[in-house]
């Protein structure tokens, strides 16, 4: 398990999150509440967040910091092959996961172009939500692996499960919900997490 200092962690998932309330935030961490409002209430008086409304943003400054102490922190996973290897096979997955949301948000257009799903073809849905298991079914050998590597992300693991179980009930605003913890935004704040850990950056959209 990587060695990391609760002012740094806690900035972190705060970066990871963009913005968000502590309980947000330790939700990404899977740390108590208190510990992450105290850390955050530190970040602010550094400089390095920002709070208004019990709501904080990382602040330029904070960036920077972070992007200092990332090269050390995380060095001995960025250098293990084991954790390379997980990446990639991450990234297949979601070059996956990204068409299908976009599929699940958009619709064929008669005449062609795409037009926003109304979700009133049950039928299409399902296709959709059946390819979300398939990749599902994919991603949690791949997060079990990440798991064994670092321990704190198998709150994502967790996180991902409870989406997936909303969307079989039939909550569908689950597979993509942008003001909850649906699929997508798990699964984009997963993907958050690990280019910062690893140092690298997001794959440009074909």
Do not use: C
Not at 9 to 22: D, E
Not at 67 to 84: G, L, M, N
Not at 119 to 132: A, E, K, N, S, V
Not at 172 to 186: C, E, K, L, M, P
């Amino acid at each position: 398990m990587i060695d990391t200092r609760i002012d740094l962690l806690v900035l972190h998932g705060l970066a990871v999150k963009k913005a968000g309330r502590p309980a947000d935030v330790a939700g990404v961490l899977g740390r108590a509440e208190d510990e992450v409002s105290s850390a955050l209430a530190d970040a602010v008086a550094a400089g390095r967040a920002i709070g208004a409304n019990d709501t904080y943003m990382v602040t330029p400054a904070g960036r920077a910091w972070l992007d200092e102490q990332y090269p050390s922190v995380f060095a001995s996973f960025r250098q293990d092959p084991a954790a390379t290897e997980t990446y990639e096979r991450f990234e297949r997955i979601n070059r996956k996961l990204l068409a299908l949301f976009t599929d699940w948000q958009m619709v064929p257009a008669p005449g062609g172009g795409r037009t926003p799903n109304d979700h009133t073809d049950p039928d299409y849905d399902r296709g959709i939500i059946d390819r979300l298991g398939v990749q599902h079914e994919r991603a949690e050998k791949v997060l079990e692996r990440f798991a064994e590597l670092e321990a704190r992300l198998g709150v994502y693991r967790d996180r991902l499960e409870s989406a997936y179980d909303r969307v079989l009930a039939g909550d569908h605003d689950w597979v993509s919900g942008a003001r909850i913890d649906s699929y997508h935004t798990v699964w984009f704040e997963l993907h958050e997490d690990l280019l910062r850990m690893l140092g690298r950056e997001r794959e440009e959209a074909p």
